[in-house]
């Protein structure tokens, strides 16, 4: 199945991890998580393959693998959707073939982080997203936690530090909530606040033993790149160089880019892709460069074809030192970052 070409053409050892089955969990006529998101996905991993790139099919997540998160009532749940299209929450479906795909989905990033182990990235473009599946339920256009299957595999596979970092717009409250008192799964977030889906406060900073192992960064809307910058230059990356972990895990949303309709922030493609370059280069001085990203939300069909490629570009170029922090306001970041040195100081005393 795999359809493994050249390496990429120029630096970084980086596998796509892509089915165009993706396109087959179709949702109601007006949803923004439609299966035109897979079609743009495509798009953009016939340009990766046509230059070179390395593209995997995933397989189907084993129920073992999504039980590490989910319950078996829930996989009971999704199950019996198969064939069928259920409304499962206000705005969360399933059609006839949305159970096998989101399993693909689930196991695509499990591909992607099978990958990272080897010292290289994996990156899965996948739909439906994940982050906001709850250990017991679908929610919000999520059915499997992707992310999440894909952290708890890692730790299957020997490893005790996973990060996560969740640049979505909305709060992974998903991942959050199943490793909140898990000290091997560091979650560190920046979303919208208040917003959907009303989740994570500066204050929420994971229970007993994972106390200080989650980090939510809830920026006021209208927060752009020299938001998100600072942010990224001042709390995530120095927090991730202090736990020290094997592999970093992407939950890669673009839907706080400024073209989204969902999203009230104002993050440029070129934005996303200097986020990406941070994150890329934490990973080549904490875990050997084991990175692994997972697609999530992303609305505007055109920003997530320029996110996409933009990240795949700044994952394969060679290395290079992170460019400048972007000009403009840091109003919105100072507000928060306050905030979070606030509820962080006793866990992550250099902040
Ligand atoms: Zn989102």
């Known amino acids: 199945m795999e359809a493994r070409t050249t390496p ?17 969990h179709a949702t109601p006529a007006g949803h923004p998580e439609r299966p035109a998101r897979a079609t743009v996905m495509a798009t953009v991993a016939r340009r990766w393959a046509d230059g070179g790139g390395a593209v995997a099919a995933p397989d189907a997540a084993p129920a073992g693998a999504l039980l590490r998160v989910h319950d078996q009532l829930h996989l009971e749940t999704i199950a019996g959707t198969a064939g069928r299209s259920v409304r499962l929450d206000a705005d969360t479906f399933t059609a006839p073939d949305s159970e096998e795909v989101a399993r693909l989905a689930a196991g695509a990033a499990i591909r992607a982080v099978e990958h990272a182990l080897a010292g290289a990235t994996g990156v899965a473009f996948v739909r439906p997203p994940g982050h906001h599946a709850e250990r017991d339920r679908a929610m919000g256009f999520c059915l499997y936690n992707n992310v999440a299957v894909a952290a708890a595999h890692a730790l299957s596979r020997g490893l005790d530090r996973v990060a996560v970092v969740d640049y979505d717009v909305h709060h992974g409250n998903g991942t959050q909530w199943m490793f909140y008192d898990d000290p091997r799964v560091l979650y560190i977030s920046l979303h919208q606040y208040p917003f959907y889906p009303g ?9 007993e033993g994972g106390a200080g192992f989650t980090v939510n960064v809830p ?27 094997d592999l970093l895990l992407v939950s890669a949303g673009y839907d706080a880019h400024d073209r989204d309709p969902l999203g009230g922030m104002r993050v440029s493609t070129g934005g996303y892709a200097r986020m990406d370059g941070v994150l890329r280069g934490v990973a080549e001085r ?23 490629a933009g990240t795949l570009d700044v994952l394969a170029a060679p290395p290079a030192p992170p460019p400048a922090s972007p000009a403009g306001s840091t109003r919105r970041a100072e507000a928060v970052l306050a905030q979070v040195r606030r509820a962080q100081a006793p866990y992550w005393p250099a902040l």
């Open 199 to 207: 989740t994570g406060a500066a204050g929420d900073v994971g229970r």
């Open 286 to 308: 904490c875990c050997g460069g084991r990175l692994a990203v997972v697609t999530e939300g992303g609305y505007d069909l055109d920003a997530l074809e320029a996110c996409l």
């Open 8 to 24: 990429a053409q120029s630096g970084g050892d980086v596998l796509l991890v892509f089915s165009e089955r993706f396109g087959g």
């Open 219 to 245: 920026l006021e809307a209208g927060a752009g790149d020299a938001d998100y910058g600072l942010v990224f230059d001042t709390a995530v990356a120095p927090i991730l160089e202090a736990y020290g972990p």
